[in-house]
């Protein structure tokens, strides 16, 4: 592999048709009056490097909350991603202190209104990548995946 290309480039180039886009969106990038400068940066993270970046997913991290979301679905509609995936997978205590990533996992109806904005305000699809549970003690991934399905329209 060229030692020169990004390890997206090389991922996407040499394994995969769909490359996993360099940026995480949280629902409060998606207000860019907070931080005009880090929108910014994050913006032009989303834009696809020709000439072999055709496809990609976009992640959402988010929080306890989904106050911005449309927003947020709104804003990475021109970027044309193939996927929508919601991290709730993520177990990094300064992500889950937030009550971002795997976090989500302790309140299953959140993901079900998550899923039920994103969809009546897109036709992407939409993933959802989580664990077996927030800890060992509390494997709920069947309940979490069920709740996920709720409002989706399963292909």
Not at 39 to 63: H, I, S
Request: charged letters at 20%; hydrophobic letters at 35%; glycine letters at 4%.
């Amino acid at each position: 592999m060229p030692p020169h290309l990004p390890d997206t480039q090389i991922f996407h180039s040499e394994h995969s048709a769909l490359k996993q886009a360099p940026t995480l969106l949280s629902q409060r990038w998606s207000v860019p009056k907070d931080s005009p400068g880090k929108a910014k940066k994050t913006l032009a993270l989303m834009d696809r490097a020709p000439p072999n970046e055709t496809k990609y997913a976009v992640q959402l991290f988010m929080g306890g909350n989904t106050d911005s979301l449309k927003e947020a679905v709104e804003q990475l509609q021109p970027y044309q991603p193939e996927v929508i995936d919601i991290n709730c997978g993520c177990p990094v205590p300064k992500v889950t202190k937030t009550g971002a990533g795997s976090a989500m996992m302790r309140q299953p109806k959140l993901i079900t209104e998550v899923v039920r904005i994103i969809t009546e305000e897109t036709d992407i699809p939409v993933s959802v990548k989580f664990r077996t549970g927030w800890d060992a003690q509390s494997e709920n991934f069947l309940e979490f995946a069920q709740a996920a399905l709720m409002e989706a329209q399963v292909l």
